[in-house]
């Protein structure tokens, strides 16, 4: 399952991610976590070294390797030149899967407590002025694109804040879209904002409550999200003390706030998998990138990448796990 964790700054999304992530795996699920946000805290609250994760490689400042790795043989994409950040895969691509070794698995990943871990990277001296972030990100949304997984299989990107999500189509990349709402006015203002965008798309949402101190905090957001509302996670001395870095076994979290973190995961695995819509969006998305600006600077029609009937994750539903 693909997950997208996302909210306004400060809501906790960086945390609560860090605790899906490290749940599943304690759990025995396999896990990816990627760190899309330009403020990259999640290695941190994950419990890797911080300073550790930042001197190693990053998937943003590798996007010519990615490109190159997943266009495989596919004939409609002769070079990394002719690739976008939304070119879909098609026959001759590279799949990727969640547990497989793979040379960019291996290079751009780390492995810790069950989880491969990797980030998209800050801003670097030379980005400053002439580069936005959402090139950056374009490398997890190619990831995605050709990423075969099962819904046993958790893929965990910690989004960036607020609505910039829509910046892309990377937004229609995940199964379920977890949003962190704190009971505020500003808070939920995100979450109106999400839904908006996402209301003609068939973005799968539901709202995680955070930092709630009593039950007039659980009725504002019920006010304000209504249904949308999975659960709510109160005040965490665990989540404070992972926050100096005392970071302890997740099983230690509050039992009322782990079982939030449960229902998140058993929400996702309920809801399942669209390969049909996963696939139809992604060449949606490809095709207005093409007109808006891939064709003008390729010097060819990118839209004809697109291979209507190959539809991502079908062919390989019923193969071994590895």
């Known amino acids: 399952m693909k997950l997208a964790f ?71 994409v002769p070079s990394a030149d002719l690739m976008l950040k939304t070119t879909p895969p098609g ?36 980005d400053l002025g002439v580069s936005c972030y959402h090139s950056k990100v374009g490398a997890v949304e190619l990831l995605l694109n050709h990423l075969v997984d ?68 659980v009725a504002f957001l019920r006010e304000h999200v209504g249904d949308a509302l999975l659960g709510w996670c109160a005040r965490s001395k665990y989540v404070k003390a992972a926050e100096r870095g005392s970071v302890g076994p997740v099983a230690d979290l509050e039992p009322e706030n782990l079982a939030v973190v449960d229902a998140a995961r058993e929400r996702a695995a309920a809801a399942g998998k669209d390969w049909a819509k996963f696939t139809r969006q992604a060449h949606e998305f490809h095709r207005k990138a093409a007109l808006a600006w891939g064709n003008d600077r390729a010097g060819v029609n990118l839209a004809d990448q697109i291979v209507p009937d190959f539809v991502l994750g079908e062919h390989l539903l019923n193969a071994p796990v590895h």
């Open 6 to 76: 996302v909210g306004k700054g400060g809501s906790g999304k960086t945390t609560m991610a860090s605790l899906f992530a490290r749940r599943a795996a304690a759990l025995g699920h396999p896990v990816l976590a990627i760190d899309a946000d330009i403020n990259q805290h999640l290695a941190a609250a994950l419990g890797l070294d911080a300073e550790a994760a930042a001197m190693g490689p990053v998937l943003g400042e590798r996007l010519a390797d990615i490109k190159d790795y997943l266009r495989g043989t596919n004939p409609l």
């Open 150 to 217: 099962r819904t046993d299989e958790f893929v965990v990107v910690d989004m960036v804040a607020g609505a910039e999500a829509f910046a892309s189509g990377m937004f229609t990349r995940f199964d379920h879209t977890f949003l962190v709402c704190e009971p505020t006015l500003r808070s939920v203002g995100v979450y109106k904002q999400y839904l908006g965008y996402a209301e003609d798309y068939d973005v799968r949402i539901s709202v995680i409550g955070n930092k709630i101190d009593d039950e007039y905090d």
């Open 91 to 126: 026959p001759g691509s590279r799949l990727v899967t969640v547990r497989e070794s793979n040379p960019l698995f291996d290079d751009l990943f780390t492995e810790h407590d069950g989880i491969r871990f990797a980030a998209t990277g800050g801003f670097v001296e030379d």
